[in-house]
């Protein structure tokens, strides 16, 4: 198993930026594909991001929603346990509690497929 902890969200006015990032703890974080999601009030979950188990930025596989696409990127660090996602140019319709998922197998942007789940974190951006 493993245990996903949220960190990094806050308050932002439109066009600035935040860092999210998950802190894995357990085993063999590695062979985990990790993806970020969403869920604003009143609204489904959604995809944001994932990224396959390598580590490697030379070999790493990403999925990226279209809604955010060029605007945030999805990055991994093996040897720290932690997938972060960097959110620029962000607008009020990206406000949302963000979540940190983590499957094995193959790389997937569906909410189902994932295992795994923190507990969130939330982002507001103000216009």
């Known amino acids: 198993q493993v245990q996903l902890v949220e960190s990094g969200g806050g308050l932002v006015q439109a066009g600035g930026s935040l860092r999210l990032s998950c802190a894995a703890s357990g085993h063999s974080f590695g062979t985990y594909n990790m993806g970020w999601f969403r869920q604003a009030p009143g609204k489904e979950r959604e995809f944001v991001a994932a990224i396959s188990r390598s580590g490697d930025s030379t070999y790493d596989m990403t999925l990226c929603a279209d809604s955010v696409k060029g605007r945030f990127t999805i990055s991994r660090d093996n040897a720290k346990n932690t997938v972060s996602l960097q959110m620029n140019s962000l607008k009020p319709e990206d406000t949302a509690v963000y979540y940190c998922?983590?499957?094995?197998?193959?790389?997937?942007?569906?909410?189902?497929?994932?295992?795994?789940w923190g507990q969130g974190t939330q982002v507001t951006v103000s216009s």
């Open positions: 998922a983590a499957r094995l197998g193959f790389l997937a942007s569906t909410i189902d497929e994932y295992d795994y």
